[in-house]
């Protein structure tokens, strides 16, 4: 990792800390020395991940790790959303590399949906506070960043035979539902309001969102929108054992 402070309590209970850099091949395999299977979360620059991630695989391999597990998205392999490109490509350098890899698509973050809603509940209570932060009024079913990072762990202790792909899809999930759960958590009067993708956009450069990223973010919730992270909660339920966590429970601990 790039900042080991952020690790502390984990060095205190007993995990080996190591930072490194994907951009410096050097430091990754000095960084990857005794590991035996790694879990590659994929790198945060796009545009650079390809480069990047290119860097990750070569190294594991150098050092000798058994698997690798790389969070990837859900339907990489005909998926049209920008953020899709690069994950391809990773998955596609992994099934080239000859390396055992098992692949974790995720889809979207509960926080994602949630992150939000503490400034527009303070909008209210009274009738008509209406929560319209995302351009759709049906998305796809998220996780917990928590649940995600459990059923990675518990992919880890699996033993499986050759690659494996895991869809990580999600339950059931509406904006108006995420609405009402708000609503009844908070006691504020809520609404989803369903806004068209460029409406959404001009919200978001109202609200201080910079052009280039509100251009970025506004087509990424319409493909959202649209199902390119539908998937099917099966993978899901069987690394954990029991079911995802519910939405309402994800609204509750963010308010």
């Keep these: 990792m790039r900042d080991p402070a952020k690790a502390t309590a984990l060095a205190t209970r007993g995990a080996v800390v190591r930072s490194s850099d994907c951009n410096d091949p050097v430091a990754l395999e000095e960084a990857f020395k005794g590991v035996d299977r790694l879990l590659f979360i994929f790198g945060s620059e796009v545009g650079r991940r390809v480069t990047q991630h290119r860097n990750v695989i070569n190294a594991a391999k150098a050092c000798g790790i058994v698997r690798i597990y790389y969070t990837s998205v859900l339907r990489a392999a005909d998926n049209p959303m920008i953020l899709a490109a690069e994950h391809k490509v990773t998955e596609q350098m992994l099934a080239s590399s000859g390396a055992p890899h098992t692949i974790l698509r995720h889809g979207w973050y509960t926080e994602n ?75 504020t009067t809520m609404a989803a309001k369903n806004l068209p993708v460029e409406d959404f956009r001009q919200m978001l450069v109202r609200n201080g969102v910079d052009e280039d990223t509100a251009g970025f973010l506004a087509p990424l919730q319409a493909d959202a929108a649209a199902g390119y992270l539908d998937g099917d909660p099966a993978a899901m339920l069987a690394l954990l054992g029991r079911p995802v966590t519910p939405l309402a429970t994800a609204v509750r601990a963010n308010l």
Excluded: I, K
């Design 113 to 187: 949906c949630t992150a939000e809603l503490p400034e527009a509940v303070s909008r209210g209570p009274f009738p008509g506070v209406c929560w319209s932060m995302l351009p759709a009024t049906d998305s796809s079913p998220p996780h917990p960043r928590a649940g995600l990072a459990e059923a990675d762990a518990q992919a880890m202790l699996t033993e499986y035979d050759g690659n494996v792909t895991l869809e990580m899809g999600g339950g059931e999930f509406t904006y108006p539902g995420l609405a009402h759960a708000a609503a009844e958590a908070s006691g």
